[in-house]
């Protein structure tokens, strides 16, 4: 399933979105908002909760009733992507962020730009660091509607957080209890002048991860937003909150018999000039002067059924890190060669000082479980 960077997926909602956020003229028709009207917008973004997951395990639901359309993530379908393009409203190709590890010499070549370290576990502290890895403003900054962001504690303050917070009132929670109500604190706080709360939730994506997409943990973290939905719209009945709910992307699971390993002293390691970036559902490589042909014949027998190779310069060219003019070392991040990995296929390499780690649930490639993201809507 490819990205739609139109009305259809996240970008065209958080690009309007931001839209909004600019101009008291403005309307809002995703968060039926009139033109120039002042209305308090509530966007709650629930990491990882896929729009499959929703209308299956999730059926019969309140959120599933709420459900208004189903809308596509971005290229790669990841939260680094995915989230960095709902803080922004531009989409990866502008922002540059195309995964959860990307490549970038300047700072000692592949880096994780969430947590802000090298692989290996270094952590960066290069002066000015976020602005030179993700130049462009958050969609708060400089923005004519005020906007909370509620976060979770452990991150709300994170050099990723604050850099992206630009423009916005920052107010940490810690559980989903305090979640539920620290969102209507920031609403109350919103009812005189309107505005937007902008409320993160990621402990569905990290149970999906740990335990798998469709487990018993991931189903019943879903019953309790499911429950804080319900709660939300009854604490907030008759105040006429617009209430938007979507998510970064959906999950599919990953046996490990499904799973690619590059080893350290292997024959593709001697091809690469550095180790992998972007996801293990969707790795970008580069490859190192003059073996480029192996690299290709290799992929081609060795993955054939596994993975799909292009090579960077098709990407790029595809459109699929989306519109806007592309951020300055996009070509750099998205390497020589590309490897679209096949439904349930992973591919894992490793460096020194890095502990390999199981995920169980995935995501970041272009299956449909992957990129399809539900958007749901109330108004109170």
């Known amino acids: ?53 929703l209308t299956t395990l999730g059926a019969g639901s309140l959120l599933q009733a709420h459900r208004r359309a189903c809308l596509s993530s971005v290229f790669p379908s990841t939260t680094a992507s995915a989230l960095t393009t709902l803080l922004t409203g531009v989409s990866p190709a502008v922002h540059g962020l195309n995964g959860w590890f990307i490549h970038d010499r300047r700072f000692g070549g592949v880096i994780a730009p969430l947590p802000l370290m090298q692989r290996g576990g270094e952590e960066l502290a290069a002066l000015c660091l976020m602005s030179r890895l993700c130049p462009t403003p958050p969609m708060f900054h400089h923005a004519c509607r005020p906007v909370n962001l509620v976060s979770p504690a452990d991150i709300a303050f994170s050099r990723f957080s604050r850099h992206h917070a630009r423009g916005a009132h920052v107010e940490p929670y810690q559980g989903l209890e305090d979640f539920g109500y620290t969102i209507l604190a920031m609403v109350d706080a919103l009812s005189a002048s309107g505005g937007l709360v902008h409320a993160y939730y990621p402990k569905f994506d990290a149970l999906s991860h740990h335990h798998g997409c469709r ?9 309790r937003l499911d429950a804080l939905f319900g709660w939300l719209l009854d604490r907030l009945a008759g105040r006429d909150v617009r209430v938007v709910v979507t998510a970064d992307h959906g ?42 042909r192996d690299f290709e014949a290799w992929a081609r027998t060795s993955l054939a059924g596994r993975a799909v190779m292009i090579s960077g310069a098709e990407c790029l060219a595809s459109g699929l890190l989306g519109p806007g003019k592309p951020n300055a070392r996009l070509a750099e991040r998205v390497g020589t060669h590309v490897l679209l990995m096949e439904p349930g296929w992973t591919i894992v390499d490793q460096v020194e000082g890095e502990e390999p780690f199981e995920l169980i649930g995935v995501h970041g490639g272009l299956t449909a479980d992957e990129m399809r993201v539900p958007l749901i809507t109330a108004r109170t």
């Open 1 to 53: 399933m490819l990205p739609d960077y139109g009305a259809g997926g996240i970008y065209g909602l958080a690009s309007s979105l931001r839209a909004w956020l600019h101009d008291r003229h403005a309307g809002w028709e995703v968060g039926e908002v009139a033109a120039g009207e002042r209305a308090v917008v509530l966007l709650l973004v629930l990491d990882g909760l896929g729009d499959r997951f």
């Open 215 to 223: 487990s018993i943990e991931a189903r019943r973290c879903f019953a």
């Open 251 to 292: 999950f599919i699971d990953s046996p490990v018999e499904r799973r690619i390993d590059l080893a350290p002293d292997g024959e593709v390691a001697d091809m690469l000039a550095a180790p992998l970036f972007g996801e293990r559902r969707l790795a970008f490589c580069e490859v190192r002067d003059g073996a480029e």
